[in-house]
């Protein structure tokens, strides 16, 4: 019987940053959990020579393709491309559809579809570059002390996501920053209203009965002096010196206070993975402002599976082995055993 699963990842250069070389990590750690349930693990770096990877697979010839290819050439806006190729070949493959990374990686895109959908989102203003008639979620006003994050349309890992492109001002004194900062964050960015309050990541994985929401997590802010605005970036996320990781630590305990608002996570979640038509594994981030409203900031189809992040701590705390996580990843997407 043919065992062979194809790890197909975006080839890392050299020197890489630790968010790009963390997906040699997420490698390791699927194979490891793969071979354990005795499949053949094969790693396949991919970049933009897609008529390679193709060869590469029609070569191995694979039960299918785990996939954790989180860009190409470090562009998250090609995220989508090998899922959408492994379409074409008609090879299955782990996690969400193509179409579903497409819509929700290109996260103004997503907010609109959400906006329609009457699930709630911050506000925004429209991208530079402008690269198609975005309609807005809301009117953004013109307080000239209106908080804002500017954040990158396509790039994840929290690229750029830090206290620096935290700004004020009215929607078109901020559209006018867009353009300057657009070349740090990918070659395009947007930016969201700012909601102070606290934040918390829903892990989904998927089951032959539906979809299961994993335990929700709630990133702490404990050291953040009052009225600063605490937030996950990119130091937080990946620099393990820095006080901003030190500061963010994940916590699954919650106050019998908080099961409503708990629950309505959990129904915002849901409804996101049908309305994206998610599948496998994803994660919901949201934030919920001090009257305890939730908005949903961004849905992740492609969440880190490194032993040491959110998704398998979610698993954990819901007394999954991340090697069972696995097996279940593979099993609802790859071949029926």
Known sequence: MNRSIA??????????????????????????????????????PCTLDLAALKQALEKIRPLG?????ESLENRGSLIHVVPALLDTMTVPYTGCPA?????????????????????????WINPFPADMPWQGGMDPGDDPGSLWII???????????????????????????????????????????FIFGREFNLSLLATRSGV????????????TPA????????RAKWHENSEEYRNTPRQFDFAPSDTPLLKELETLARRCWHLFHLAGYARVDFRVDPDGR??????????????????AAALKQ????????????????????
């Open 151 to 193: 954040k990158s349309v396509w790039e994840h890992g929290s690229l750029g996501l830090e206290t620096e492109n935290l700004v004020t001002g009215t929607a078109k004194t901020v559209t006018r920053m867009l353009k300057e900062r657009a070349p740090g964050l990918g070659g395009a960015c947007f930016a969201e209203a």
């Open 318 to 337: 819901a007394d999954i082995s991340y090697i069972d996580g696995i097996h279940r990843i593979v099993t609802t997407r790859l071949c029926s055993e």
């Open 7 to 44: 790890v197909v990842h975006n080839a890392v250069t050299d020197p890489a940053g630790p968010d790009e070389a963390d997906v040699l990590v997420q490698v390791a750690a699927v194979s490891e959990a793969l071979n354990s349930l005795g499949y053949d693990p094969i790693p396949v």
């Open 99 to 123: 179409a579903a990374v497409y819509a929700t990686s290109h996260k103004v895109m997503a907010k609109e579809r959400l906006c329609l959908a009457g699930l709630p989102t911050p506000a």
């Open 227 to 234: 009225g600063r605005p605490g937030m996950v970036g990119f």
């Open 65 to 69: 393709v785990f996939n954790l290819v």
């Open 212 to 223: 299961t929401v994993l335990p929700p997590a709630e990133i702490l802010f404990p050291d």
């Open 294 to 311: 939730p908005f949903v900031l961004e849905i992740n189809t492609n969440p880190c599976l490194s032993p040491d992040a959110g998704f």
